[in-house]
């Protein structure tokens, strides 16, 4: 079997910024194909360092997904099945709680109420933002939650309250290209044929201010940073409209772009890996603890003189909510 190595150097004391984009399918990122020029941000950095061509989500849905990017563990071990009904329990190691004992600022701003307080992702973090007071409620049935911009602003106005000597750990968690597609009118006019298009352009935007001011700050060179998806969308693939009930590539296949600090010669990395890899892998890279070490079921996909990546490597997914909500089998 073919495996990658990646051997990246640590970088200790640098920062890390994670970017989680909900609901975000691989193939409508330029840097994962697509021609319909929608992530010109997101490709710039895959253009400098890391992406991972088959990253599979551990869930099609939002909590159980973070909770195991956070952790490194699977579903099956943090215990957090489905939004909503389950929080994360106190035994369970953040990679938030590691950089806050290494001294770090830390910091998240969600935009949904599913990633709330009380769900327990907010262990470790100095400041957990998730204010929705300006959120959108549209129908009945639909989640409070905030546009991008909004929570992008609260994590900039955050940063520059930091000392430019202290490194961060930042979350910017970015909700806008889940149903119901809503883009701000400057995007729904620039790709009117495609309003989910047009959310995945506008959360791209948000990133690629972020990155911006990154660089206002002097705080780039000296960052982590990476995007990476919660779960994708069917977009009536399987006759699933969106996402949640089915085990497809469509909602499990999710875009992983990891930029250590400086940039490096572009890297793409083919063997299948998984959202519990992204805590062993950022905490690997920055020299820090491993959260849940002894348990971990993620690896660490950089390391000095790297082990390989491999290709033959179970990963394991799940579909908890059919069976929660609807009395439906679950699947694995």
């Known amino acids: ?61 939002t909590l159980p997904s973070h909770a195991s990017m956070f952790t490194g563990l699977y579903p099956t071990h943090h215990g957090v099945r489905n939004n909503g009904m389950f929080s994360l329990g106190d035994e369970f190691e953040t990679l938030a709680q590691v950089f806050s004992n290494m001294g770090y600022a830390t910091a998240a701003f969600v935009s949904a109420q599913v990633l709330v307080k009380q769900y327990g992702l907010d262990k470790g973090f100095d400041v957990y933002d998730d204010d929705l007071s300006q959120s959108l409620k549209i129908g009945r049935a ?33 909700y806008d290209p889940h149903a119901p597609y809503d883009p701000p009118p400057e995007f729904r006019d620039q790709f009117p044929s495609d309003v989910y298009g047009a959310e995945i352009a506008f959360a791209d935007d948000q990133v690629g201010q972020l990155v911006e001011e990154l660089k206002r700050t002097g705080r780039y060179e000296n960052t982590v940073f990476t995007v990476i998806a919660d779960h994708g969308e069917s977009l009536g693939e399987h006759g699933e409209q969106t996402h949640a009930i089915l085990l497809h590539q469509g909602t499990i296949h999710v875009p992983w772009i990891l930029r250590p600090p400086g940039g490096i010669r572009p890297t793409r990395i083919a063997e299948p890996v998984s959202g519990v890899d992204l805590a062993p892998t ?51």
């Open 142 to 174: 639909m989640v409070p939650s905030r546009r991008g911009n909004l929570s992008r602003e609260a994590a900039v106005k955050w940063l520059d309250s930091i000392s430019p000597d202290q490194p961060v750990f930042l979350w910017l968690h970015l």
């Open 1 to 61: 079997t073919r495996r990658s190595r990646v051997a990246v150097t640590t970088y200790e004391d640098a920062s890390v910024v994670v970017v989680t984009l909900d609901t975000t399918r691989s193939d409508r990122l330029g840097c994962y194909g697509s021609t319909a020029g929608l992530t010109p941000n997101i490709d710039a950095l895959a253009d400098e360092g890391i992406l991972f061509e088959q990253a599979q989500a551990v869930a099609p849905v």
């Open 282 to 332: 950022i905490a690997t890279l920055t020299g820090v603890a491993i959260p849940n070490s002894d348990a971990s079921d993620g690896r660490a996909l950089t390391a000095r003189g790297a082990g390989s990546i491999e290709a033959n490597r179970d990963l394991y997914f799940e579909a908890m909510l059919p069976m929660y909500q609807y009395g439906w089998s679950s699947l694995r």
